[in-house]
């Protein structure tokens, strides 16, 4: 296994802007880093979980793959825009009335958002079942994986904390700014 390639291929899928990170962002920055946690928590399990799933049902999965993806473009597409109108919305003064920041709804996001749906079911047939079959390598592979998306979270998390002041002060910019970036995912399905 090219481990190079495979490393890069798992830090730009997990590290670059896409539904989740943007929500743990957002949620930083109107709700603070625990709250954000526990979102990235319920994203860590459901990653994980997905791969889980990759790795067992992988062949499969080929068969009804396209089934799949349409319904996940649909569906992923509706919660996306449902995401981007929450953080639009968003009221600062009042955090309890924003639900889409719990554990639920980050192990949620993942099982509708394409971009980890898709790397998950990539990942596993493209770099790991080639080179490794035995259970003890596909498991100890998954763990590395989903320790790299942890940390991608986390990274989100970190950088909300930093930058908390600055967003806060431009609040109103970096929620439409979320909202874009959350509807642009969405339209991105389909392209």
Same mark, same amino acid.
């Given at each position: 296994?090219?481990?190079?390639? =495979? ?7 997990? =590290? ?11 949620? !930083?920055?109107?709700?603070? $880093? @625990? ?10 399990? $459901? *990653? ?13 999965? !080929?068969? &009804? &793959?396209? @089934? ?20 639009? @919305? ?12 719990? *554990?639920?709804?980050? =192990?949620?996001?993942? *099982? ?6 898709? /790397? ?6 493209? /770099? ?16 590395? &994986?989903?320790?790299?998306? =942890?940390? $991608? /979270? ?17 609040? @109103?910019? !970096?929620? !439409?700014?979320?909202?874009? *970036?959350?509807?642009?995912?969405? &339209?991105?399905?389909?392209?």
């Amino acid at each position: 296994m090219d481990i190079t390639s =495979f490393l890069i291929y798992c830090m730009i899928a997990t =590290f670059t802007p896409g539904p989740t990170n943007i929500v743990i962002l957002s949620t !930083v920055h109107n709700f603070g $880093a @625990k709250k954000a946690m526990k979102y990235t928590y319920g994203a860590t399990i $459901a *990653f994980g979980l997905l791969l889980v799933i990759s790795a067992i049902l992988n062949t499969m999965l !080929v068969t &009804i &793959i396209p @089934k799949i993806l349409i319904v996940m473009q649909i569906i992923g597409s509706c919660y996306m825009f449902y995401l981007a109108y929450q953080v639009y @919305k968003m009221d600062t003064s009042n955090p309890t009335v924003n639900q889409t920041a719990t *554990f639920m709804s980050g =192990f949620l996001m993942q *099982f509708l958002n394409p971009k980890v749906v898709l /790397f998950t079911m990539t990942v596993i047939p493209s /770099f790991i079942m080639p080179h490794y079959i035995a259970i003890p390598a596909v498991t100890i592979s998954i763990v590395a &994986i989903t320790l790299i998306g =942890f940390l $991608a /979270f986390v990274t989100w998390v970190l950088f909300g904390t930093v930058f908390k002041e600055f967003l806060q002060k431009h609040s @109103k910019i !970096v929620n !439409v700014m979320m909202t874009i *970036f959350l509807a642009y995912a969405a &339209i991105m399905i389909w392209m």
